[in-house]
């Protein structure tokens, strides 16, 4: 490993630590084993570096420094450039191939909106989270990519309705290929909600609903905590795939059986990805999805053209029943009723800041069902779902975990799993083929009368 400042920095064997002068910039190329230049210049960067376009770097140092030098060059896709103050100290874990920094940054947002009005108070309250600056607004979809090499922001958030391109496209073209972590802002869902599927399915991370005129300050700590989870999720427009159960056959009784889920950040394509690989014939499943009120019956209605069962939006006393799977609605909760044999939806006191909530989910279940039942947490922001999993565990039901390699998020699941109530952690692909598995184990199993 070399560094490129005049002079070659020494360091101890294992780690190097040192202040990063304020007139250069640390590349990080993320590849094993990992390389690293400090740069003053744009040609100060290896040619071999400026001409691969494929390897990502993580690039360090003051954002003016950093926006003299890399015009000249189109940084690798997936890369991630870091803005510090001055005065930065810079540590390497080499053996490792880590990079951390200490010292303070901005983390820089730009807001993709034709509402001139939306964007100033979009601004205003981004701008007033700490550690947040909005570097960039832009009016025209067409102008975003201009905006992301001028900026290099850390998010975008993105409004669907923009003349000529819509957001969908425009998440097609200009942010998917950069792999920018990127919010929807949209209006009402009925206008809005099968779009805001079609951008999850492009690429965007999550979704916020625009609130009525006077009801934007509502809307800050849901954005703040989703601005949060995006620096820290993955960017997974697409995943790997197992071939799907549909031809498969299974021997259980469904009706015998439960299958509880639920998800947060990542999870509509975490639900579609399962649900599309479940064979025809599947117990009965609830399901609790973070997502604002309207969205989740775009969810349920675009699963249900996918796939050969029924998957509905849940009302209250809806009946459980095999090949029906029924997503909570948003800004209500849903919770098995005291019969195990109908759902229960009402509006109620958001539960771990969430509306639905898992863990109300989950919770009723453990205390009501009276089948045999699986529960899985899916990927998302947080520790919602992780109690109940407890409870599903201390009740008898099989207990599924996504793993952290196939997250968006990996925040629920961590958490269950640190309160030891999985039995089984499993990347999202394998997630189908366990259920069944297990459905068809514990049918020997009663017919043994074990």
């Not at 942010?175 to 929807?184: D, E, G, H, S």
């Not at 109300?360 to 529960?375: E, N, R």
Request: aromatic share 6%.
């Amino acid at each position: 490993m070399e560094f490129f400042l005049g002079k070659i920095i020494q360091g101890h064997t294992g780690l190097l630590q040192f202040t990063l002068p304020d007139n250069v910039v640390l590349i990080w190329k993320d590849c094993s084993p990992a390389e690293a230049v400090i740069c003053e210049t744009h040609e100060d960067v290896p040619h071999n570096w400026a001409n691969q376009k494929s390897v990502p770097w993580k690039i360090f140092g003051t954002f003016e420094r950093i926006k003299n030098i890399f015009p000249q060059f189109s940084i690798p896709t997936g890369s991630k450039v870091i803005g510090l103050e001055p005065g930065a100290s810079i540590q390497m874990a080499i053996e490792k191939n880590l990079i951390r920094f200490m010292g303070k940054r901005k983390k820089r947002a730009v807001i993709v909106d034709d509402s001139a009005t939306i964007r100033k108070l979009l601004k205003h309250i981004i701008s007033s989270f700490e550690g947040w600056d909005v570097v960039d607004e832009v009016e025209r979809a067409e102008d975003i990519s201009t905006s992301l090499k001028n900026y290099y922001p850390d998010l975008v958030t993105l409004d669907l309705h923009m003349g000529e391109i819509n957001g969908v496209e425009a998440m097609r073209k200009f942010l998917a290929p950069q792999k920018i972590p990127t919010l929807i802002i949209t209006s009402q869902p009925k206008q809005s909600g099968s779009l805001v599927m079609d951008a999850m399915d492009a690429g965007a991370l999550d979704y916020l609903q625009k609130p009525e005129s006077g009801g934007w300050d509502l809307l800050k700590d849901d954005l703040l905590l989703k601005m949060e989870a995006a620096l820290k999720s993955k960017w997974q427009m697409t995943s790997t795939t197992k071939a799907g159960l549909q031809n498969k056959s299974f021997n259980f009784k469904p009706e015998d059986y439960l299958i509880t889920i639920g998800s947060s950040t990542g999870g509509t394509q975490a639900l579609q990805q399962i649900f599309t690989n479940m064979p025809s014939i599947i117990p009965p499943i609830l399901v609790a999805q973070h997502i604002p009120a309207g969205f989740s019956k775009a969810l349920a209605d675009r699963l249900n053209k996918l796939c050969p069962f029924e998957i509905k939006e849940a009302e209250d006393g809806d009946e459980l029943r095999p090949n029906r799977v029924l997503i909570a609605p948003g800004n209500h909760h849903m919770a098995l009723s005291k019969n195990g044999k109908t759902v229960e939806v009402f509006p109620g006191e958001p539960v771990n800041r969430f509306r639905p909530s898992v863990d109300v989910l989950f919770k009723s279940v453990a205390k009501h069902s009276t089948k045999h039942t699986v529960g899985v947490i899916l990927t998302g922001m947080g520790k919602d779902g992780a109690s109940g999993m407890v409870d599903l565990q201390r009740m008898g039901a099989y207990t599924i975990a996504q793993d952290e390699a196939s997250c968006v998020v990996f925040g629920m699941p961590k958490e269950a799993i640190r309160l030891k109530a999985v039995e089984k952690v499993a990347p999202l692909s394998d997630v189908p083929e366990i259920v069944m598995n297990h459905l068809v184990k514990k049918n020997t199993h009663f017919k043994n009368g074990t």
